[in-house]
């Protein structure tokens, strides 16, 4: 897995360059602002030789706001084949709903406290260069809170919301029966009745995982 890393923190981007190299990944780039980041990845694609996954602090320099989840957002809709990972201190809501709201392709959004759960962490980075999603349980708990407010997802048993929030955060069948003490045949049951009731089509694919999410995010 070929990785570009931007975070600020040198301290941190040296970890996790060196967690990530430890397990066999190649750390192509490492880049300390949002700017830097959009410059290596056009240089990369012009060489051919694009990541896999992009790795990014939500706040960098120079406003430490939101450079780096921009810079994210500007190189999704670039290098759509490129997944990118964004880490932040802590929810904020408004930048998730702006990294979701595009493709469901390659996408994750984790609090800093995951990088310190080393294995989920590594996982969620490779899960994300495959074109898979990888959502924080904090973020997923703001979000399915917003939409409760707006009632999006009223026809969801308890139950159904509980199986869509893990799905949410990149589990699969199995391990939410696993979590949730049930057959692999209840959990099929429940994610059945929420793309039912959430109006997600067979047509929709694979990513019906993550649209069942960015369909209350969305409207």
């Known amino acids: ?12 981007r040296e970890g996790l360059t060196r967690l990530l190299t430890d397990r066999g990944h190649d750390v192509v780039a490492g880049v300390g602002d949002g700017d830097a ?6 240089e990369l694609a012009a060489q051919d030789e694009l990541p896999d996954v992009v790795v990014a602090d939500v706040r960098m320099p120079p406003t430490h706001t939101d450079e780096g989840v921009r ?21 904020e809501e408004r930048y998730a709903t702006e990294l979701l709201a595009g493709s ?11 990088v310190a759960e080393v294995r989920e962490f590594v996982d969620a980075v490779v899960r994300v260069a495959q074109g898979g999603t990888a959502l924080d349980p904090e973020v997923v ?3 399915l809170g917003r939409s409760r407010r707006q009632d999006v997802l009223t026809g969801l048993t308890p139950r159904e919301r509980e199986v869509l929030g893990l ?3 990149g589990r699969t069948n199995s391990a939410i029966a696993r979590q949730l003490v049930v057959s692999d045949g209840a959990v099929e049951k429940h994610v059945s009745n929420i793309f039912l009731k959430l109006g997600l089509s067979p047509s929709d694919g ?7 999410v960015l369909t209350y995010l969305n409207s």
Do not use: C, N, W
């Open 1 to 12: 897995m070929r990785v570009v890393i931007a975070e600020d923190s040198v301290l941190l």
């Open 37 to 42: 980041l959009v410059k290596t990845i056009g």
């Open 71 to 91: 810079a994210a957002v500007q190189l999704r809709k670039a290098h759509p084949e490129v997944g990118v990972l964004v880490l932040s201190q802590y929810v």
């Open 104 to 114: 469901s392709r390659g996408v994750g959004y984790l609090l800093k406290d995951r």
């Open 141 to 143: 708990a703001q979000l």
């Open 167 to 169: 799905m949410a955060e």
């Open 206 to 212: 694979d990513h019906r995982r993550v649209l069942a």
